[in-house]
């Protein structure tokens, strides 16, 4: 009776032992489970007010041709990955000319409800992380419903900002890296 005690005890602390070991490991595996963040790249931002449209891209050739229209350059909003790494999945682009928005999105059922509503398919711009995991952010979607306008920002304070102001909250576009810490 004693030694089946023993027996029980030692199975609980051993399940115990497993089980926190298993939630370390989770930290442990971070080379193999994520991108290399070496090769993360500047998300940059811009927008229009004229025309309500607010764009992001890592080619700087794409920013520069809406910033010689009149676009404001708004920095860098993330680090994102320009090819797919481990546990990252396509962030894709849409476009629709006739209300002047820029759509992103990592889900496929939402770019091809976008595609029916006459967006144009842009393909990937960049590859992001679908769950918060390997030290990513929240990338925060908003919409303006009276301008057709969707904006992206990893900063909660304007993301809070812009809800106060009329914005829908549209939640999380997905995970990124944070525009301000360095790869390592
Ligand atoms: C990450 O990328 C850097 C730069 O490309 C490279 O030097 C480094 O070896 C890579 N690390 C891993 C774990 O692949």
Redesign the pocket.
């Known amino acids: 009776m004693q030694s089946f005690l023993l027996l029980l005890i030692s199975s609980l602390l051993w399940f115990t032992a497993t089980t926190a070991l298993d939630a370390g490991a989770i930290q442990d595996i971070k ?1 193999r489970t994520c991108g ?1 963040s ?2 993360a790249v500047p998300l940059f931002v811009v927008a229009s007010q004229q025309y309500s449209d607010f764009y992001i891209a890592t080619d700087v050739n794409l920013i520069t041709a809406p910033v010689n229209r009149g676009y404001a350059f708004l920095g860098v909003g993330a680090r994102v990955f320009t090819t797919q790494e481990t546990s990252t999945v396509p962030f894709y682009e849409l476009y629709s000319n006739s209300v002047t928005d820029h759509f992103f999105t990592i889900s496929e059922v939402d770019r091809d409800l976008a595609i029916t509503d006459g967006y144009t398919d842009y393909g990937i711009i960049a590859y992001i992380y679908p769950t918060q995991i390997c030290g990513s952010i929240p990338y925060y979607q908003l919409f303006n419903p009276s301008v057709a306008e969707h904006w992206y920002t990893a900063v909660e304070v304007e993301r809070d900002t812009m809800v106060a102001a009329g914005w829908s909250d549209e939640g999380i576009a997905g995970y990124v890296l944070d525009a301000n810490v360095c790869s390592g």
């Open positions: 080379p290399n070496s090769d």
